[in-house]
C-alpha cells in the first residue's frame, strides 16, 4: 500500500517560532503537495513539488516555505508562525501521469 | 478544469444505498471525473474515477450520464463507516497537463453524508 507519513499528528508552537512539518511517501512518487483544511474553507493548496529540488506555489504560499531535498521528503516550514496558520495540513503524493492522490493522516497545528 | 456543483449535505440509512450527484455541466471530452472522499480527522481517501462508461470498485460505483454532464457515485450498501465529506472532480489526465503548475488538484466543499443507523 502507498504510504504518506506526516511526521506530527498534532503540534502547539507559540507565535513567532520556526515550524517544520514533514512529509515521507515511500512509492517513488514525482509530485507531492501540501495542502491547508480550515472549516468552510476546504481544502487548499499551499505549495506542490513535481521533482526533487522543484517547487511550485499552490493558492496560498503567502508565510509558508517548502524544501524538497530527496524525492521521498516534502517539508513544509513555518519561517515564523501566526496565529492565523492553526489549521490541519496535509501532504499528498501522486505518480507524475496520476491524479490519484494518496494523503497522509494530517498534522493538526496551533499556534498560541 | 470545468467546475462541479455538489449538494452540501445528504442523509442515508445504514445499509441503503447512497446515491451522491455531482453536477458537471461544462466537462470536456478529455476531462476525467475523480471522487474522493475524507472521514472525519483524516486525509482524503481516493475511492473512484471514470471517463465515459460507468466504473465499480470494491468500495463504489460511479454513474455517468451519457451527455457526461453529471455523474452519480453509488455506495451500494452505506455503513456508519461511510459517514464523510465526498468531493467530485473533474480533471484531465496529469500526464496531459504540460505546464506542471497546473497539475495540483482542487477540492470544491463536497457532500457530508451522514449514513443514519
Known amino acids: 500500500d502507498v504510504k504518506v507519513t506526516q511526521s506530527s499528528r498534532y503540534l502547539v508552537k507559540r507565535t513567532g517560532e520556526k515550524v517544520f512539518l514533514e512529509c515521507v511517501q515511500d512509492m517513488d512518487h514525482e509530485n507531492m503537495f501540501w495542502y491547508r483544511q480550515d472549516p468552510g474553507l476546504g481544502l487548499r493548496l499551499i505549495y506542490f513539488?513535481?521533482?526533487?529540488?522543484?517547487?511550485e506555489k499552490g493558492d496560498i504560499p503567502e508565510g509558508y516555505s517548502v524544501s524538497r531535498e530527496k524525492k521521498e521528503r516534502f517539508s513544509l516550514i513555518l519561517e515564523s508562525a501566526s496565529t492565523n496558520q492553526t489549521s490541519m495540513y496535509l501532504c499528498?503524493?501522486?505518480?507524475?501521469?496520476?491524479?490519484?492522490?494518496?494523503f497522509g493522516a494530517g498534522s493538526r497545528l496551533t499556534v498560541l | 478544469d470545468a467546475k462541479t456543483t455538489q449538494p452540501p449535505s445528504m442523509d442515508c440509512a445504514e445499509g441503503r444505498a447512497a446515491n451522491l450527484p455531482c453536477n458537471h455541466s461544462?466537462?470536456?471530452?478529455?476531462?476525467?471525473v475523480y471522487w474522493y472522499r475524507q472521514i472525519h480527522s483524516q486525509g482524503p481517501q481516493y475511492i473512484i474515477h471514470?471517463?465515459?462508461n460507468n466504473e465499480t470498485n470494491e468500495m463504489a460505483s460511479l454513474i455517468i450520464t451519457e451527455d457526461r454532464k453529471s455523474s452519480t457515485l453509488i455506495l451500494p450498501h452505506a455503513t456508519l463507516r461511510d459517514t464523510a465529506v465526498y468531493y467530485c472532480?473533474?480533471?484531465?489526465?496529469?500526464?496531459?497537463?504540460?505546464?506542471?503548475?497546473?497539475?495540483?488538484?482542487?477540492f470544491g466543499s463536497g457532500t457530508r453524508l451522514q449514513v443514519q443507523p
Open positions: 471514470g471517463l465515459k
Open positions: 513539488s513535481y521533482d526533487v529540488k522543484m517547487k
Open positions: 472532480i473533474v480533471r484531465v489526465i496529469a500526464a496531459e497537463l504540460m505546464d506542471t503548475g497546473r497539475r495540483a488538484l482542487t
Open positions: 461544462t466537462i470536456s471530452g478529455n476531462e476525467y
Open positions: 499528498a503524493s501522486t505518480a507524475r501521469a496520476d491524479n490519484v492522490l494518496t
